[in-house]
């Protein structure tokens, strides 16, 4: 298998980047990429090429540099006509959505280096994977290499949640090698900033924070400003109480000073650098369940009202705005949170995290929450927050992280499959007519992760021969039901019952069938259809 | 954590098998247990705990040995009153639910080593594991192992697929050492007996099958009596064409000789065999589809009605019968399978192999399936057969029979908890309310794999101590969204605006909390509550 095979383009003079696959006859698939550059030295980080976009805005005078503010005056950015190409759909469906809010660009001013995305249930859905470092593991290379493996697999954004020294740093670093937008979680930065007492938080150090981390160039910021002081004892009772660190810092605060969340008292003052820098809110569900018995209580809906009614506030400044959502919630209880969201939310994107659909499997929260990431999608949510197996239980390695994005793309097609995105059976049939038509190499190149694919057959089928063979590793020779279904085509087709897929039969084909079918005809002595008893 | 904490115990006279689980206070949790009696020697066999029951029943003169017609006569059997212990349901239930047809119990009276299970939508969904050696790979204790191994991690049956010589030893060793029922695809050893010429089979050779694996005490046959010759056109425009093993060689038997399937025109004399050994039906859906595009389309249906009408002739002998289902599904025509199977099939347990949501991720179809058997269990299926990695490029491995179970208990309890079994939640409860409380241990020993949760907290944090920490793996000392939710909840407490989990207060912890508050009274100014600015 070549790499030649499967290469990034970049196409037209907005060089929008693809994953172009080349198949055995020599035609070519294109797949959505979001590896970014390739060659460039780490230290020197990636090429600027949103520079030229963002300074004309400037130039013109531009105030409020958010993407909903553009689409609300009419105009289609560069980001707009470059996010209509990779998503296959026109530049005024996406500035449309952009500016009634059902989707968003998250794409701050000082992130040049990033290529446009967009989030919005209309269009693809995205993956986002979570990096960081912790007091019990740190390392800027780590986290850079994180990023670029995380990208390399299908990141559409990353969160660097890094709550250990050097935060700025590492954010640094993480920023200039970025080929997605990325997002944080401010308040964790904030909470250094006090010594770690969370008591000492206030808006003054929370907002320093904002500055910092928009000039840096984060997209997006995750702000827990939905926990009130009145629904914090609405979780006391739950199984497991509060499970968002952001929600649980802000709950603490509210009640050992007994007054109103800041970020919610504040929240103006917030919306006023998020639209210097066009920084997304990604507003945080601080009560999401973190529990199955916790799922759709009354701590969750009552926070989520909240984000609705922040959501709008928001929105007076054209600011974009994604509602984070839980966590762990059973199957049937799933399609009441989407429904329930674009009701309370006015149609916001909605980015979840999973859910776990049971609790029972740590060391497999990729898969448990894989099942209810694939069913909230198809119901509408925008972005899916990757689990990795380490849920729960440790933080992810490389490894991990390949297994949570691995699932979480899978998760995130099962979704647009079954939302009917215009984009999305393509690949699922190219990928099956090369499996019946035992043109594996295609296959694997077709597929999420050539490399595995191409692994596991070389352990059953190691010979070169076998990538070409035409039977199937699981059944060998005799049995494959492949190569038995084809033969059924031609004995079919020879009958003229139909034709060989999709492709008229030449007259070889039909003489050497009719030739086939004259021998059976004898050998059955000459009654063709019998009748059918029962 | 020590093996003590998880063992496998048999309760009562009929010694029915639990998972008794220790937690750290001392109390017990008990889990439904599939791995058998251990200790025995592959040579010797498993014990034959069944056989007086069987015994008695052929010294009454039983000449129809199967569970329905023992349930439709109005008797309990024992393995019915075993299965309500291991349900907890009420025997009156299990034979009621058999003698409509609603359920199964597959139980042929030559494997007296097995453990009674039953396979209908009102009990919990069950995981059929496949093993089985093929002209490729091939070797009998390997092929026990892969069954000793499968039940361990939760297996409630398991087919033997095996393809080439040895095929009735190796047969033998595995029925002689499975606690769990063993379904077969007799066509395949039938086709070996006509040297592997599809033209030559014939229903003597098939008859002959049956009896010998019956004698040996195969408990469910898959029969594909539903790939009608008419049908066969139907598939030959498909993306995938005809991807059952089975149902490729009968419709190219059907083709070539233009009669109609031999299965079906004989399917009475099959009856015969069946209820002589209470072997049950497993009714192949040969016409399954086999790509996304080929999903719940013409061939797939009119097999499925076919299946239904065949359903009804078996129940005319009290044959016990299940259903069997796609296949390659997208999320969106998940429910239609199982409404229509409940519809043509009268209710017949639904018997899916998956279905995989998407076909582009190759390496990965224990996820892409396990996606769909959650939502396909949601709806009613009865009993999903597991995918794992391997699907569509090689034969499993160990591990890879591991991993394809673990996704497999993961969607059958997701779909448990779906259907609100009175079962399923009390695990998710337990083990969140270990997550909550730091007992590691108990959450790991309540998981479906605890070896593994403990090998990854260990990465994290190899400590001994970090087993009783205070603070998760994740987020560190200073972060643990845990940690303080409990603090949030002690103060709350202290407030008494609601009690601390579901115990109530002891005055020593009221009094605690409330010096706590009245330090915090003074410091916040003797103000309790801030008005909410907006």
């Known amino acids: 298998m070549s790499a030649d095979n499967r290469r990034r383009i970049e196409v037209g003079e907005l060089r929008v980047p693809a994953t172009e696959v080349t198949l055995s006859d020599g035609s070519t698939f294109q797949l959505y990429n979001t590896e970014g550059p390739q060659g460039f030295d780490p230290r020197d980080g990636l090429p600027k090429r949103r520079q030229a976009w963002i300074d004309r805005r400037v130039a ?30 026109t530049p005024e469906l996406v500035r449309d959505e952009v500016a009634a809010g059902r989707a968003i660009i998250p794409a701050n001013i000082h992130h040049p280096e990033m290529e446009p995305m967009i989030i919005g249930r209309k269009f693809l859905v995205k993956v986002n994977a979570n990096i960081g470092n912790s007091a019990i593991s740190r390392s800027i290379d780590d986290e850079v290499e994180k990023l670029q493996w995380a990208v390399r697999w299908g990141a559409d954004t990353v969160m660097d949640l890094s709550t250990a020294a050097p935060i700025h740093e590492t954010r640094e670093w993480i920023l200039r090698n970025s080929p997605v937008p990325i997002g944080t979680v401010p308040l964790y930065q904030a909470l250094e900033k006090v010594n770690g007492v969370v008591e000492d938080l206030n808006i003054e150090a929370y907002l320093e924070t904002l500055e910092e981390q928009a000039q840096q160039g984060v997209s997006y910021f995750t702000v827990h400003a939905g926990v009130l002081l009145r629904a914090v004892p609405l979780t006391v009772n739950r199984v497991c109480g509060i499970v968002s660190r952001g929600g649980s810092i802000m709950a603490k605060w509210c009640l050992t000073h007994h007054k109103e969340n800041f970020l919610y008292t504040h929240f103006d003052r917030i919306c006023e650098v998020m639209k210097k820098y066009d920084v997304a809110f990604s507003l945080g569900d601080g009560l999401r369940p973190g529990a199955i018995a916790d799922a759709n209580d009354e701590a969750q809906m009552f926070e989520l009202a909240v984000l609705g009614e922040l959501t709008k506030r928001a929105w007076e400044h054209d600011i974009q705005v994604m509602v984070e959502g839980p966590g762990h919630v059973p199957l049937h209880k799933i399609p009441e949170n989407v429904h329930k969201q674009m009701e309370l939310c006015h149609e916001a994107p ?7 659909t049971t609790d029972i499997a740590p060391g497999y929260d990729h898969i448990t929450s894989a099942i ?5 999608a198809q119901h509408g949510t925008a972005m899916l927050c990757y689990v990795t197996p380490k849920e729960h239980l440790g933080l992810p390695d490389k490894e991990d992280v390949k297994a949570g994005m691995m699932a979480y793309k899978i998760a995130a097609h099962a979704g647009d499959l079954a939302k009917g995105h215009p984009r999305a ?13 035992f043109r594996w190499e295609d296959q694997f190149n077709l597929g999420l992760d050539p490399e595995t694919a191409l692994e596991y057959h070389d352990q059953t089928l190691p010979q070169d021969g076998a990538k070409v063979a035409h039977f199937c590793s699981m059944c060998g020779p005799n049995f494959c039901a492949y190569r038995i279904s084809q033969e059924v085509n031609e004995i079919a087709a020879a009958e003229q019952l139909v ?35 029962s």
Chains 1, 2 share one sequence.
Do not use: W
């Not at 209810?372 to 909230?376: C, E, F, K, R, T």
């Not at 059976?425 to 038509?437: I, K, T, V």
């Open 60 to 89: 013109r005078g531009d105030t409020n540099f958010s993407q909903m503010h553009c689409a609300r005056n009419g105009e289609i950015t560069e980001e707009m006509h470059y996010i209509a190409h990779r998503e296959l759909c």
């Open 350 to 356: 909605f980015y979840t995290l999973g859910p776990l």
């Open 372 to 376: 209810g990431a694939a069913v909230i």
């Open 425 to 437: 059976q393509e690949r699922d049939d190219a990928l099956s007519r090369a499996r019946f038509e």
């Open 499 to 533: 034709q060989l897929g999709n492709k008229p039969l030449s007259p070889e084909e039909v003489e050497a069938g009719m030739q086939k079918k004259a021998a059976e005809f004898r050998e059955t002595g000459g009654k063709i259809y019998q009748p059918v008893s």
